[in-house]
């Protein structure tokens, strides 16, 4: 796979070609699924190239790298996600540099994203990160325990609860990808019944975009089929 920054329109065209196939596979308007895209570990040259080629929502998740590109790039109006885990010693940057955080978790991260959040921006949109399969070891709450986060946060004044977010461990095919996903719509439609401002299903990458479409997916996060491989962490 190429990373070199000519190819990245033509790489951003081809998954925008990919989203809108599943949305009309689906019955979803076209559009409707937000694109994005995943730049961590990718220089402020390639973003740039992608931003020429119309996309405004990136997704970082190492807060050291993602700063400055963002401090560079501030004039494009980008749209900036923070999809890493968030420790208490990142909140305050990710509160003051993100327009959304995926990943949060507890309690404490939202307060404090709260608490932290800059009186001149408006209010940081934030999905729940689900633990979906159980994983031990891995960040996110478990299902039960999605309601009484988002009571917590949706009583915090500076952030904005948006939805939940997961990622499944990896599905063989579409029939497998699909399964996690599907409980991910459940837990969405029962907590929207108490909880009407979430409107975001953050979920769906390069491998697995498709299934997390069909289950109603409303943002996908797509590094790799945009931006080329990554060097390994
Ligand atoms: C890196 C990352 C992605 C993008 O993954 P690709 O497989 O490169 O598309 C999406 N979501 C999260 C949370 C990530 O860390």
Known sequence: MTTDHTNTPIALAAVRQRILDAEAEFGLPAGSVRLIAVSKTKPASQ???????????????????????????????CRWHFIGNIQSNKTRHVAAFFDWAHCVDREKIALRLSRQRPDHLRALNVCIQVNIDNEVNKSGV?????????????????????GLMAIPSPGSDFEAQR????????LFEQLRKTHPSMDTLSMGMSADLRAAIAEGATMVRIGTAIFGARPAK
Request: hydrophobic share 45%; charged share 30%; glycine share 4%.
């Open 179 to 186: 399964k996690p996903f599907a409980r991910m719509r459940r």
């Open 47 to 77: 973003i740039l190239a992608a931003i020429d080629a119309g996309q405004r929502d990136f997704g970082e998740n190492y807060l050291d790298e993602a700063v400055p590109k963002i401090e560079e790039l501030a004039e494009n109006s």
């Open 142 to 162: 478990f299902d039960a325990e999605a309601l009484a986060l988002a009571d917590q946060i949706s009583q915090l004044p500076n952030i904005r609860l948006r």
